[in-house]
């Protein structure tokens, strides 16, 4: 029943023939929009390059490339005045979350939290794949946390952006650094893509364990112990957060500040980190606290959603939020999820 819906692989997918296809669970990996002439709809365009899988966890692995599908390029639709900036009219505004690539202490297995720490190399490499698979996707805002891993996952994405605009982070935390980052020319502002960055998008805090080896400390406390921890809903680690005090920060800032964004039709991007991103997706796809638990996150891999008429429709993850899985299901995910049960079992 899925593989139907990609069996016209050009074709622009309808939304909902998408979402009607209960039970599969999908990838994008590359995504293109366009904005009709009149700019009233939005088509998004996937192609398929295999499905696999069966019964209950049927998983499509969707691929869409400039060679395959008729990828538009919105830089060069009409609907684009001199500036390159697009005339959108339409409600619908596209939301892209993307959690950080791999940092430091993620290569070294260390319980990370908010301690501030940078891209390893491979976590470079992701962000930029990240990028190539959204590099169609017109962006307006950029959101991201306070720390440096999701800023640089934003910034590097974007390096491979079609429309070239420049991400410029807005520094509004005093007068002075507002007035000091002011721009002076209107062309070079429609050139540019203001980034917020915000403290509640960061990662959960995770307290006395943050800088601990998670292996280590698994081995010393139990591996249920530290399941515990790290996926149950509102018991938080020692001193730290739970993903539902996590959650109410996240979730209060994306309501108060992005959905605004979103309802008026600009398309947004946040990179954030596992957790919070895992509080926000559960405030969009109304997951229940025990539903949550088993949602994984893969570092680097955009998931698109498309917000219209007030509500969110999902692409490219599950199609039932009450399926256990994975949103974006990846040979790293797989490793990471084996390395956990190993960890655990
Ligand atoms: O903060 C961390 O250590 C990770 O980014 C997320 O860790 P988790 O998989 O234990 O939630």
Known sequence: MAAAAFHQPVAA??????????????????????????????NIQLSRNGTYGSGKRNFCLIQASAS???????????????????????????????????SLWNEKNLFTGCVDVPLTKKGVEEAIEAGKRISNIPVDMIYTSALIRAQMTAMLAMTQHRRRKVPIVMHNESELAKTWSQIFSEETMKQSIPVVTAWQLNERMYGELQGLNKQETADRYGKEQVHVWRRSYDIPPPNGESLEM?????????????????????????AAHGNSLRSIIMYLDKLT??????????????????FKEGKFMRRGSPVAPTEAGVYAYTRNLAQYRQKLDEMLH
Not at 16 to 35: D, I, P, Q, T
Not at 289 to 306: D, W
Request: net charge positive.
């Open 289 to 306: 606290s025990q539903e949550v638990i088993s949602l994984e996150l893969s570092t680097g891999i955009p998931m698109l959603y498309i």
């Open 68 to 102: 395959q599908a008729s990828v538009v390029d919105p830089v060069s639709t009409p609907l684009n005045n001199s500036t390159g900036e697009s005339k959108k009219k339409s409600n619908e505004a596209a939301l892209i979350l993307v959690r950080h690539g791999e």
């Open 246 to 270: 996590c959650a109410k920060r996240a979730v209060a800032y994306f309501k108060d500040h992005i959905e605004p964004q979103l309802q008026s039709g600009k398309n947004v991007m946040i």
């Open 13 to 42: 997918v309808q939304s909902n023939r998408v979402l009607n296809n209960s039970g599969a669970h999908y990838e994008f990996r590359n995504v293109s929009m366009r904005l009709n002439p009149k700019g009233s709809k939005v």
